[in-house]
């Protein structure tokens, strides 16, 4: 049986486009998106507005989702990670989840074939 | 210990009500909604409008996530298989991911007893 | 090899700030955030309004994920649990999914590395 993953990665929203692109172009055009909220290491930011302090410690994210089988979850993380980078702090973040059981709900099809 | 798992289906929104009845009368009314946005294996849709091509390739999908001890996994998979179908392209995914701990923070009650 | 753990909990909306800052505090500024909606084992509350009732079942939660080093789990799970208790149903719920991987996007770092 195949093993299955979800890679699941964080990134900033104007490089959706291009990661949904590139994706798409490497043979794996299934995803699914979430506007998320999110810090990282560098916990709040804070900025200065009309001479008071606010901490801005919660940024504009976007989640994708791609389900793959196991062997393809190193092409996606690559694929995500290439087009995502900026160089600058706040890139995002890839998790890699294992799952057990995908089906397809039009044809019942499940696990490898549902991918 | 019992095991768990989350199943976690990607559907058609104006399939949420009968799911969620569906899952209720099942005997499993615990769950989470997100709004989400997703493609699946048939990309992007062209559309036309005023003149003007575009290619409209992230749909609103509604993400539904249910926790349950493995042994009712099958069964909440037939019941959403069941109600979110419509036979058309796009009816939606499940993914069947494994959950470790649970607990319930009112209680401090855990695994089994928290589902 | 760090075994590595999503710690996702499903909150009341009120309870964010602190849960936020409790993890801070305990050395996890690191998190992602997202707007869901709900119901648990109280399934719909039935309310009343302009003489018509209405079903409420599905209420706005909030989702908080964590990733972490399973070692931290346990405080993880503690400090979400006693900064989100208020003694009332729908406190929330608490899940510990596996994660196989992680990669921060800026610098390529893996796993524990990473987090
Ligand atoms: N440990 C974590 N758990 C959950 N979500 C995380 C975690 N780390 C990062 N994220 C999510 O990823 C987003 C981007 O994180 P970010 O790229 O800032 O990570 P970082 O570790 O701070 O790396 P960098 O130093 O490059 O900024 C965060 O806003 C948050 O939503
Ligand atoms: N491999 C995948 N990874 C992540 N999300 C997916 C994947 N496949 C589907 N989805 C999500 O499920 C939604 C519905 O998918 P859809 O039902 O179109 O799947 P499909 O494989 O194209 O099947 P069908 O041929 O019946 O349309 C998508 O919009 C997307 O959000
Ligand atoms: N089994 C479950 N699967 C998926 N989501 C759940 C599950 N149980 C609870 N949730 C999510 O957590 C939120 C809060 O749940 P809640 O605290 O009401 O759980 P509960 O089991 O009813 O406990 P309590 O009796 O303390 O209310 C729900 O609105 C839902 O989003
Ligand atoms: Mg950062
Ligand atoms: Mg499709
Ligand atoms: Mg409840």
Redesign the pocket.
């Known amino acids: 049986m195949t093993k299955m993953c979800k890679v699941e990665a964080i990134i900033k929203p104007l490089k959706l486009h291009q990661v949904k692109d590139a994706l798409e172009e490497a043979g794996f055009p ?3 998106v979430t506007d998320v909220k999110g810090r990282g290491q560098q916990k709040g930011i804070v900025q200065q507005w009309r001479g008071k302090k606010y901490c801005v410690d919660l940024l504009p994210k976007t989640k994708v ?4 089988p196991e062997e393809d979850v190193e092409k996606i993380i690559q694929v995500i990670q290439s087009t995502a980078y900026t160089g600058e702090i706040g890139d995002g973040k890839i998790f890699v989840i294992p799952i057990e059981t995908v089906v ?4 019942g099809e499940r696990n490898g074939d ?2």
Chains 1, 2, 3 share one sequence.
């Open positions: 299934s995803l699914t989702e791609v389900a793959v397809r709900i039009r044809t549902a991918l």
